[in-house]
C-alpha cells in the first residue's frame, strides 16, 4: 500500500481497474484476478521490490555450475531460502 500511496496515479488507475471490473461495492473473489491485469502487475512489483523471502549475500569460493550456469569464483550471489535445494546444484 506504500508505494500505491506514494503514486496517486497509480492508486487511481488500480481502483479504476477494480472499479470497472468489480463494481463500486463489491469484493474482489480469487476468479476476479485474471480480469485484474494491472492489479496483478502492482502485486508482482511490490514483490520484487519487497521479497517475502530473505536474500542471503554470499560469494562463490570456487567455480561452480548451477543449472548450467558458471558461477566464476569470488562472484557475489544472492540466495533466496526459498528456492534453496540440492537438485540445483551440479
Partial sequence: MTELFRSTEKMVKAQSEIRQ?????????????????????????????????PLIPRKSESDVQIMGFLVPINTQVFLILIFITPTFIT
Avoid at 485474471?34 to 521479497?51: D, F, G, N
Fill in 21 to 53: 471490473v468489480i463494481g463500486q461495492n463489491g469484493f474482489v473473489q480469487e476468479s476476479d484476478i485474471p480480469s485484474l491485469p494491472y492489479l496483478q502487475a502492482i502485486v508482482k512489483e511490490t514483490l520484487r521490490l519487497h521479497p517475502a523471502a
